[in-house]
């Protein structure tokens, strides 16, 4: 939170490994109904963050939770509209080919 608050930014990155060593039970609630448990941490963390800074709302509205580190990586071709409410873990790596 305190660098999310250096950058002025609307993110807060929490690590899915860290998330599972300190809370199990959240880790598998996001594993299972990642939109829901999102949209709840979103809320907490906008909360959370105007009360520690209160002027923090003249610069961001809301904070967005970012789950990072998941254990399973999808290639992002492997992906499908049934994900689409999943969490989805993809490397940056971009191959390139010519025909």
Known sequence: MVQMGRDNGASLEVN???L??????LAVW?????EKMLEIFD???????FQVYPEYRNIQQEVHV?????PIVDKIRDLRSAHTT??????????????
């Open 16 to 18: 899915f490994l860290h």
């Open 20 to 25: 599972t060593n300190a809370k199990p039970i």
């Open 30 to 34: 996001v594993a299972d109904e990642p």
């Open 43 to 49: 809320e907490e963390a906008t909360s959370v963050t």
């Open 66 to 70: 970012r789950i990072t580190n998941l």
């Open 86 to 99: 999943h969490l989805a873990r993809h490397s940056k790596h971009v191959d390139v080919s010519s025909t």
